[in-house]
């Protein structure tokens, strides 16, 4: 089989190919954030999402932001600064270990998140009614489980992301 054959025949398949859909769907995701989320708070840039999400109630460190996110602790601690100015996020002391920063939400970045995370609740009502309850809560098994196999390889994370 000559290599146009062998490429042709992965391009028939691109309906099934992983990397094509997650990609998609995350464009997809994307523009949905912009369209539905971004006019409520005009000020937020949908880089500032990743972070805003997931701040605990309790509060977290950049580092656990950063690991749960898989974003560089650089670039954390750059979007951190940007939602204290922008009033979103306050810092205090780590009682827990006090050289690092324990963030939390403020009552404007606690409603941001709740609104957020009520619109993206719609979201996932509109997914079951397209593909069924049953469905998407196997598509939620099937995606947690890819996850964590990349989670579960040793390939140098902690390098990239942050310690």
Do not use: C
Not at 37 to 62: C, H, R
Not at 69 to 82: A, C, F, G, L
Request: proline residues 1%; negative net charge; aromatic residues 8%.
């Amino acid at each position: 089989m000559s290599i146009d054959e062998r490429l042709q025949e992965l391009e028939d398949k691109d309906h099934e190919r992983w990397q094509r859909l997650t990609y998609l769907m995350r464009k997809h995701l994307d523009i949905w954030t912009h369209k539905y989320i971004k006019p409520y708070w005009k000020e937020m840039k949908l880089s500032y999402m990743p972070v805003l999400f997931n701040i605990d109630v309790q509060g977290s460190t950049a580092m656990d932001i950063s690991r749960a996110t898989m974003i560089r602790k650089q670039t954390v601690s750059r979007t951190i600064k940007e939602l204290e100015e922008k009033g979103i996020v306050t810092s205090k002391i780590n009682k827990n270990d006090r050289r690092s920063e324990l963030l939390e939400l403020t009552e404007k970045g606690k409603q941001l998140a709740l609104d957020a995370q009520l619109e993206a609740k719609r979201q996932e009502e509109i997914y079951k009614g397209l593909v069924g309850e049953k469905k998407y809560a196997i598509a939620m098994e099937v995606i947690n489980k890819i996850i964590n196999y990349h989670e579960s390889l040793d390939i140098g994370e902690d390098e990239y992301y942050g310690d």
